[in-house]
Nanobody
């Protein structure tokens, strides 16, 4: 098992930056693929960013490419999502997730989830 706790959400204005953090505990963190997903009201949970076990490989959704960056610190068991140039359409609950699969973006491959942190971007 692995436990995930997100933090760093809040209310910001369009154009602002925010960094989300995810603290992991339990299972060996460095063996897990990590990802960030988000869910806006009335919508499905969507992939945002994923990072490989070593941190060498990462990918982001087209909707956030160039604005969001995922990173990890295996020694501290932390995953981060740096969000720049935020837009109102980025408003959602953001979830940290862990997977034993090598897939970086398949939501169905992620079996461990945090409770989420709300990000609200005002116009």
């Amino acid at each position: 098992q692995v436990q995930l706790v997100e933090s760093g959400g809040g209310l910001v204005q369009a154009g602002d930056s925010l960094r989300l953090s995810c603290a992991a505990s339990g299972r060996t963190f460095s063996t897990m693929t990590m990802g960030w997903f988000r869910q806006a009201p009335g919508k499905e949970r969507d992939f945002v960013a994923g990072i490989s076990r070593s941190g060498i490989s990462s990918t982001t959704a087209d909707s956030v490419k160039g604005r969001f960056t995922i990173s990890r610190d295996n020694a501290q068991k932390m995953v981060y999502l740096q969000m720049n140039s935020l837009k109102p359409e980025d408003t959602a609950v953001y979830y940290c997730a862990a997977s034993t699969s090598i897939s970086l973006s398949n939501v169905n491959a992620f079996g461990f989830w945090g409770r989420g942190t709300l990000v609200t971007v005002s116009p």
